[in-house]
């Protein structure tokens, strides 16, 4: 089936022996999944989750019983005192900024203990200079490498906290760095560490990525804030837009006074019919979410079997959905990402090109043929046109189209005489 889809006989027999690596890592994944599947459907079960809960609600959206009731789940599903999950939140970058943006104030120092933020984060604090920054606001910045190993440096985060600090941010997923991902367990160590320094520091940690790749989240180890996008892991790919924040209950309020209003905060936000799938979406999550880890497991295996390397490597503890693999040249950044816009559902005709997105500071090259526009919990492929030219790529919202898009990338490379196969 796979050649008849016009891949070559040779990437095809090199999959097919690279699957069969991968078989314990995918039972561990489906553990996983059915442990967290359990948490979503016991918090559902919780808040008796009923079809009124789906009803559509317009205008101001006030006592929106089912808004209500997706962010109780959300909150037991993340194990936190309050949650605010709206289609209002346009993307991850949004809730981000909102979690910032409401739990500062002029004067107040932000800190990154794990390196450099995101890349638009970059313009929310201001490090890169930007209209509305929080630097424009008068709020300060200051980060602090991870050590060469990529371990927290303690010493240098304890001589970086003072009495302005007043919120850490981590960013839990490696984004467009060469690092690794912090499991939970991992942030919750640094957590630790950042209250015994200063108790009332505010620990904002972006989960981007990461949610239900584990069995715990951020939140069960004392982050005051875990922020995230619906577009990705937790949307399950059915949210069609939204972002949460799920935390410390006066935290989650001061963000819905900066997203919608002082004085009006969750009370107002019309559900604009987008309940029933964000409900169901995260019913489906811990699964989509597998079968994106199962994608990331096969594709890191198969491009090592390349002589490519590869975050993580195979066989590595995953904690996020991110795969990266060096590729060493814009040929072949471009390549990959032709090859998985070919084997995707929608677009599967089109030639992806770099361009300067909003927010990004090197031309990025992007492959996503998805259902919800940009959802990078589908298969989804990109990388900033910079050396050593790392492609990061995430999603599969089944096994079956990941483990093809996947095969569909590295024949591209092949094609292109880009590649070598190895003996089999
Ligand atoms: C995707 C992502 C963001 C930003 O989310 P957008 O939805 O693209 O705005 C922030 N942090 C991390 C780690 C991400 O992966």
Redesign the pocket.
Known sequence: MYTDAGLSEEIVALGERIEKECQEEFRRIDRIAEKNAMKVIAAMRKNRLQEAHFQPSSGYGYNDLGRETLEKVYADVFHTEAALVRPQIT????A?STALFASVRPGDEILSPVGKP?D??EEVIGIRPSKGSLAEWGVTYREVALKEDGSFDYDAIASAVNPRTRLAEI???K?YLARKSFSPEEIGELIRFLKSLKSDIIVMV?N??GEFVCETEPSDFGADLTVG?L??NPGGGLAESGGYVAGRKDLVEECAFRLTAPGLGAEVGANLGQLKTMFQGLFFAPTVTAAAVRTAVFAAHLYEALGFRTFPAAGEERTDI?EAVSLESPERLKAFCKGIQQASPVDSFVTPEPWDMPGYEDPVIMAAGTFVSGA?IELSADGPLRPPYNVYFQGGLTYPHGKYGILSSADALYAAGLVKLPLL
């Open positions: 993307c991850g970058t949004h981000l995101y638009t984060l960013q839990r997923s984004g972006d981007c990525y996008s577009i990705k991110v990078s």
